[in-house]
């Protein structure tokens, strides 16, 4: 979890045994290690809630997407007959573009 050596322990146990005495190293060690499952408990409870929420706010965003992307299917066909003035309108603006090459078949009939 902390990445610590051998030796690096064994140099904390030392300062420790210095800083505590021996005689209430093992109720120091004992309530570090208290404090240390509490502490893993702690974030273990907080990682579970925030993966339930992003869990819970992923689905509402599916079925958002889901609902918008029917309500699209379902106007599709209107929007398809709504475009088709306008598509049509363009198609003429093009075949009547000054700068328009002539196809193949105008040349022939032309020339």
């Known amino acids: 979890m902390f990445d610590i050596g051998f030796w690096e322990l064994v140099l904390?146990?030392?300062i420790a045994l210095f800083a505590v005495?021996?005689?209430r190293l093992p109720g120091f060690v004992?309530?570090?290690?208290e404090w240390l499952a509490r502490l893993r408990r702690m974030i273990n409870t907080a990682r579970?809630?925030?993966q339930n929420e992003l869990k819970l706010h992923e689905q509402q965003d599916l079925k958002s997407?889901?609902?918008d992307l029917d309500?699209?299917?379902k106007n599709a066909p209107d929007r398809q007959q709504d475009l088709?003035?306008?598509l049509a309108d363009l198609d003429d603006l093009m075949k009547n573009a000054?700068?328009?090459q002539p196809s193949p078949d105008q040349k022939d009939n032309d020339g």
Do not use: N, T
Request: glycine share 12%.
């Open 21 to 23: 005495g021996p005689d």
């Open 84 to 86: 088709k003035p306008s």
């Open 71 to 73: 309500d699209l299917m």
């Open 98 to 100: 000054p700068d328009r």
């Open 30 to 33: 004992r309530e570090c290690g």
């Open 48 to 50: 579970r809630e925030l």
């Open 12 to 14: 904390i146990g030392v």
């Open 65 to 67: 997407s889901l609902a």
